[in-house]
C-alpha cells in the first residue's frame, strides 16, 4: 500500500475560509469536468463515474480536523495572516482513486470561496511519477485537470509543493524522535 499526498495551497481571505468551513460539505452533479478528470485516470477496474460521494460531517471544519486529529494521515494546516493563503497537507491521504472523491467534492466546493491555488493528490513519498489528481483554483471554481504525471505539472508548483511537504516530513520524524 503506497499511498499518495494531499497538498492544498491556496489564496483566499480569511473571513471567506471561515465562511467555508461553518458550510455543510456537498457536492455538485457530475459535469465535464468531473468527466475529462475522470476519463484520464489510470487505474484497475474503472468503471463509469455515476456518483460522487461528500463527506457526511456537520460542516467542512469537521472534514479537516478529522483528518489533523489522526495521526496515521500526518496532517498539518496552517494560515499566513500576511499572504492570505491557507494550506493543508495529509502525508499518507489515499491510494484509491474512489475514497478521494469526497475530498474533490470538498476541493470543488472550496473553488466557490477561495481566489487561486492548486491542490495534488501525488505520489509525493515514493518516487513514482503519479498524479492522482491536480485542481487549479481560479474564478471562484476549482478545476479538476487531466493530469496524470508530474511532468504535466507547472515545475514551479511541483517544487514548492515538494519543499513544502520535505518540510512537514521533516517535523513529523523530529516529533516521533522526541
Same mark, same amino acid.
Given at each position: 500500500m503506497e499511498l499518495n499526498t494531499l497538498y492544498?495551497?491556496?489564496?483566499?481571505?480569511? /473571513?471567506? &475560509?471561515? =465562511? *467555508? *468551513?461553518?458550510?455543510? +460539505?456537498?457536492?455538485?452533479?457530475?459535469? $465535464?469536468?468531473?468527466?475529462? !478528470?475522470?476519463?484520464?485516470?489510470?487505474?484497475?477496474?474503472?468503471?463509469? @463515474?455515476?456518483?460522487?460521494?461528500?463527506?457526511?460531517?456537520?460542516?467542512?471544519?469537521?472534514?479537516? $480536523?478529522?483528518?489533523?486529529? $489522526?495521526?496515521?494521515?500526518?496532517?498539518?494546516e496552517q494560515y499566513d495572516e500576511k499572504k492570505? %493563503?491557507?494550506? *493543508?497537507?495529509?502525508?499518507?491521504?489515499?491510494?484509491?482513486?474512489?475514497?478521494? @472523491?469526497?475530498?474533490?467534492?470538498? &476541493?470543488? %466546493?472550496?473553488?466557490?470561496?477561495?481566489?487561486? /491555488?492548486?491542490? @495534488?493528490?501525488?505520489?509525493?513519498? !515514493?518516487? $513514482?511519477?503519479?498524479?492522482?489528481? *491536480?485542481?487549479?483554483?481560479?474564478a471562484g471554481q476549482a478545476w479538476l485537470e487531466?493530469?496524470?504525471?508530474?511532468?504535466?505539472?507547472? +515545475?514551479?508548483?511541483? =517544487?514548492?509543493?515538494?519543499?513544502?511537504?520535505?518540510?512537514?516530513?521533516?517535523?513529523?520524524?523530529?516529533?516521533?524522535?522526541?
Open positions: 492544498i495551497n491556496i489564496q483566499i481571505e480569511k /473571513g471567506r &475560509l471561515n =465562511e *467555508f *468551513f461553518v458550510a455543510k +460539505p456537498m457536492t455538485t452533479g457530475i459535469d $465535464d469536468n468531473w468527466k475529462q !478528470w475522470w476519463d484520464s485516470c489510470e487505474m484497475y477496474n474503472k468503471t463509469e @463515474l455515476k456518483h460522487i460521494p461528500t463527506y457526511t460531517k456537520e460542516n467542512n471544519r469537521n472534514v479537516v $480536523d478529522d483528518l489533523l486529529r $489522526d495521526s496515521f494521515f500526518c496532517s498539518t492570505q %493563503q491557507w494550506g *493543508f497537507t495529509s502525508l499518507n491521504f489515499s491510494e484509491n482513486y474512489y475514497e478521494i @472523491l469526497p475530498m474533490l467534492a470538498f &476541493l470543488k %466546493q472550496l473553488g466557490m470561496y477561495t481566489e487561486s /491555488g492548486y491542490a @495534488l493528490i501525488y505520489d509525493w513519498m !515514493w518516487g $513514482d511519477e503519479a498524479v492522482m489528481a *491536480f485542481v487549479e483554483f481560479r487531466p493530469i496524470t504525471t508530474h511532468a504535466q505539472i507547472a +515545475p514551479k508548483i511541483l =517544487e514548492e509543493a515538494n519543499r513544502y511537504l520535505r518540510e512537514v516530513s521533516e517535523n513529523f520524524y523530529k516529533k516521533g524522535q522526541d
